[in-house]
């Protein structure tokens, strides 16, 4: 399927407001440039509501359609928050500000979701209402949860709700998405352990918490490949081990850092435990302590197997037949999208982006063309779900 003429004549205006959040990133839930810029272009869009400050700098829109006997309320979500990266990349448009960047195409999903409203707003070619959802802190702050602990289901009625992200390697124009599990749950540790110092010509007088984070990082591998169903998939990365401040002294203290990802709940509590316990036993072999901090990060991301056939057919429409609209295999990264889809049913959709650099690289840059996919799947989906009668 083309794009339509009015959809394209958008998705050039939507460019422009892409380069403009690129070249302007902000972070977590400090944005009151991009929500200040979002909020903007939704009043003059003729939006119902435009209501900022949830979640700090949250913007949420509404949109009626012609006809509201359906009853139906759908919310569409865009992430806004960029990354402390520093971009590398010669764009005339690249990051004004040193150490951040968009290096995960925020900018992108905002864009297009704008693009999306202003299209609706214009035609409300549907029979219901729209909800349009543009979230701070994506990457880390869990502003997901935020905005629904502010209310933001039930404030505004969401029944369903659907969220767009763009991927590297996938073709421009094309889709990508899969009903229950696709994105893992994701939690962190730290570990703190505590031995004795000493002068490193003296390493009998100490108890060296180097040396047992290196046999804690080797035996932390046996709890996946040792007490997880391989069928199951999960993932330990010790990612930092730090610890000492001179190259002659054998300091007292080490930490070990790193995430584990899971896909079911059980899986999960099992990571959790045998951890701890082989963090503990490995330390006290040594004569040493180990402290662990877990730190609990996002959920799993599952689809609801109805409204991925709904988008699905959405993105269809869009893409056309063949291998336009493609089933993908779950991934490990994670997203705190996952929370509104254990508020309300959903689905997680992948934009094709070409052959960019990957997600969270200082060269990564979001693919232009893919705009008018964007544009037109949400305005599809809307009115493909809430057809006027």
Not at 66 to 87: F, H
Not at 219 to 247: C, E, F, K
Not at 267 to 279: D, G, I, K
């Amino acid at each position: 399927m083309s794009i339509p003429e009015p959809v394209t004549a958008i998705a050039r205006d939507a460019l422009n407001w892409r380069r403009e959040l690129h070249a302007h990133p902000e972070l977590l839930f400090d944005l009151p440039r991009t929500s200040g810029f979002v909020a903007d272009k939704l009043r003059s869009f003729g939006c119902d509501e435009v209501v900022t400050g949830i979640a700090t700098s949250g913007v949420v829109a509404v949109i009626r359609g012609r006809q509201q006997t359906s009853g139906r309320v759908i919310g569409l979500r865009a992430d806004m928050d960029a990354l402390p990266i520093e971009e590398i990349g010669n764009a005339n448009y690249r990051s004004t500000i040193p150490g951040r960047m968009h290096a995960c195409g925020h900018d992108g999903h905002t864009a297009m979701l704008l693009g999306a409203a202003r299209h609706l707003a214009a035609t409300r070619h549907f029979d219901g209402t729209a909800v349009l959802v543009f979230q701070p802190a994506e990457e880390g702050g869990a502003g997901a949860r935020v905005m629904i602990d502010e209310g933001l289901m039930e404030r505004f009625g969401i029944q369903e709700v659907y969220a767009l992200h763009n991927r590297p390697g996938l073709p421009v124009g094309s889709f990508a998405l899969r009903e229950g599990p696709l994105l893992a749950a994701s939690d962190r540790f730290v570990v703190r352990i505590e031995g004795r110092g000493s002068h490193a010509a003296a390493p009998h007088r100490a108890v060296d918490p180097v040396l047992v984070a290196a046999h804690m990082t080797v035996a932390l591998q046996s709890v996946v490949s040792r007490n997880v169903d391989p069928l199951d998939p999960a993932v330990l990365t010790v990612a930092q081990i730090s610890g000492g401040h001179a190259m002659n002294v054998i300091p007292a203290e080490a930490e070990v850092t790193g995430t584990i990802r899971t896909f079911s709940a059980n899986v999960r509590s099992l990571m959790e435990a045998r951890f701890s316990e082989v963090a503990a036993r490995v330390a006290e072999t040594f004569g040493a302590t180990a402290i662990v901090d877990w730190l609990p990060g996002y959920p799993v991301t599952a689809n609801d197997a109805e409204r991925t056939a709904l988008a699905a057919a959405a993105a269809a429409s869009v893409a056309g037949a063949g291998d336009g609209v493609t089933t993908c295999t779950p991934d490990m990264v994670s997203e705190d999208f996952s929370y509104m889809l254990e508020a309300r049913p959903g689905a997680f959709v992948w934009i094709g982006n070409g052959p960019s650099a990957d997600l969270h690289h200082p060269a990564y840059d979001f693919d232009d063309d893919a705009i008018p996919y964007g544009i037109a799947f949400w305005t599809r989906l809307v009115e493909q779900n809430c057809p006027v009668s």
